[in-house]
């Protein structure tokens, strides 16, 4: 039972090398994941809400993120001002079904970067 219970919770607890290993396209570990909720937008599309905390040494003015969780991955973009070693907050809708955000919202996704630009809506380099 116990190790059941182990299995459960270790999706809670992504490590940086499982980002590593899944972020195919992006940079991991730029973006700490902090939490994410859905709503249902319509009959059609799923908003999600995702916080992370730039770990970045300067503020950002927008992002795109690849969120790969389970074995889904989709673009969620940033366009809001995020200050250096501080939390933002992404909303975009997605076309996924009302199940996989019931499943999704348990897991802890990797957060891979493709892009940011500074406050100064310049495209900087994640290496």
């Known amino acids: 039972m116990k ?6 919770l270790a999706p809670l607890f992504a490590s940086s090398a499982l980002a590593a290993e899944t972020c195919d396209y992006g940079k991991p570990d730029v973006f700490k994941f902090v939490k994410w909720e859905f ?8 908003e999600i809400k995702l916080t992370f905390h730039n770990t970045l040494n300067y503020a950002i003015s927008s992002a795109n993120i690849r969120v790969v969780v389970d074995d889904k991955h989709f673009l969620i ?3 809001e001002l995020i200050n250096a070693s501080s939390d ?3 909303i975009d809708q997605l076309g996924i ?11 802890t996704p ?6 940011v630009k500074d406050q100064n ?3 900087k380099s994640l290496d």
């Open 39 to 46: 709503r249902q937008a319509d009959a059609q599309w799923m």
């Open 3 to 8: 190790y059941a219970f182990a299995v459960l």
């Open 121 to 123: 809506g310049e495209s």
């Open 110 to 115: 990797a957060l891979c970067v493709e892009s």
């Open 97 to 107: 079904p009302l199940e996989d955000a019931a499943r999704f919202q348990i897991l």
């Open 77 to 79: 973009r940033s366009r």
């Open 88 to 90: 933002g907050v992404a």
